[in-house]
Protein backbone atom coordinates (compact mmCIF):
# COMPACT_ATOMS: atom_id res chain seq x y z
CA UNK A 1 0.00 0.00 0.00
CA UNK A 2 2.70 2.24 0.86
CA UNK A 3 4.90 1.74 -2.29
CA UNK A 4 1.54 1.60 -4.51
CA UNK A 5 -0.24 5.05 -2.66
CA UNK A 6 3.32 6.85 -2.08
CA UNK A 7 5.80 5.65 -3.58
CA UNK A 8 7.75 4.13 -0.28
CA UNK A 9 9.42 1.18 -0.72
CA UNK A 10 9.60 -0.86 3.04
CA UNK A 11 10.94 -3.55 4.75
CA UNK A 12 9.52 -5.31 7.44
CA UNK A 13 12.10 -6.32 10.01
CA UNK A 14 10.84 -8.85 13.13
CA UNK A 15 12.53 -7.95 16.37
CA UNK A 16 12.37 -10.22 19.53
CA UNK A 17 10.59 -8.56 22.35
CA UNK A 18 13.66 -6.94 24.03
CA UNK A 19 15.15 -5.50 21.10
CA UNK A 20 11.77 -4.22 20.01
CA UNK A 21 11.94 -2.21 23.37
CA UNK A 22 15.64 -1.28 22.93
CA UNK A 23 15.18 0.20 19.11
CA UNK A 24 12.21 2.11 20.48
CA UNK A 25 13.68 3.65 23.63
CA UNK A 26 16.75 4.84 21.20
CA UNK A 27 14.05 6.05 18.52
CA UNK A 28 16.31 3.68 16.19
CA UNK A 29 13.85 3.40 13.33
CA UNK A 30 11.78 5.22 10.44
CA UNK A 31 8.73 3.80 10.81
CA UNK A 32 7.23 1.52 13.51
CA UNK A 33 4.00 0.14 14.48
CA UNK A 34 3.25 0.92 18.25
CA UNK A 35 0.09 1.27 19.88
CA UNK A 36 -1.27 3.31 23.62
CA UNK A 37 -4.39 2.42 25.76
CA UNK A 38 -5.89 4.69 27.61
CA UNK A 39 -5.48 3.93 31.23
CA UNK A 40 -7.74 6.11 32.38
CA UNK A 41 -10.91 8.52 31.20
CA UNK A 42 -8.95 11.09 30.47
CA UNK A 43 -7.98 12.94 27.26
CA UNK A 44 -4.57 13.61 29.18
CA UNK A 45 -3.82 9.63 28.89
CA UNK A 46 -3.43 10.70 25.28
CA UNK A 47 -1.91 13.94 25.35
CA UNK A 48 0.83 13.57 27.59
CA UNK A 49 2.27 10.87 24.63
CA UNK A 50 3.49 14.05 23.25
CA UNK A 51 5.58 16.21 25.74
CA UNK A 52 9.02 16.99 24.93
CA UNK A 53 11.28 14.20 27.40
CA UNK A 54 8.09 12.75 28.11
CA UNK A 55 8.08 8.79 29.27
CA UNK A 56 5.60 8.24 27.56
CA UNK A 57 6.83 9.81 24.14
CA UNK A 58 7.95 7.26 22.02
CA UNK A 59 7.87 9.40 18.86
CA UNK A 60 11.52 11.89 19.00
CA UNK A 61 8.55 14.49 18.64
CA UNK A 62 9.29 17.66 20.25
CA UNK A 63 7.29 21.22 20.60
CA UNK A 64 7.72 23.91 22.37
CA UNK A 65 4.33 25.48 21.96
CA UNK A 66 2.96 22.02 22.99
CA UNK A 67 4.63 21.92 26.28
CA UNK A 68 3.59 25.28 26.96
CA UNK A 69 0.01 24.66 26.14
CA UNK A 70 0.84 21.43 28.10
CA UNK A 71 1.60 23.49 31.40
CA UNK A 72 -1.29 23.95 33.81
CA UNK A 73 -1.94 28.30 34.54
CA UNK A 74 0.18 29.16 37.11
CA UNK A 75 -1.40 29.22 40.46
CA UNK A 76 -3.19 26.02 39.95
CA UNK A 77 -1.52 22.92 40.57
Not at 44 to 60: E, H, I, K, Q, Y
Not at 63 to 72: A, C, F, G, I, T
Request: glycine share 10%.
Amino acid sequence: MLTEELGVHIELQKQEWKVYLNSMSRLDYDFARSSWVGDYDDPNTFLDCFVSGGGNNRTGWSSREYDDLWQPPPGTR
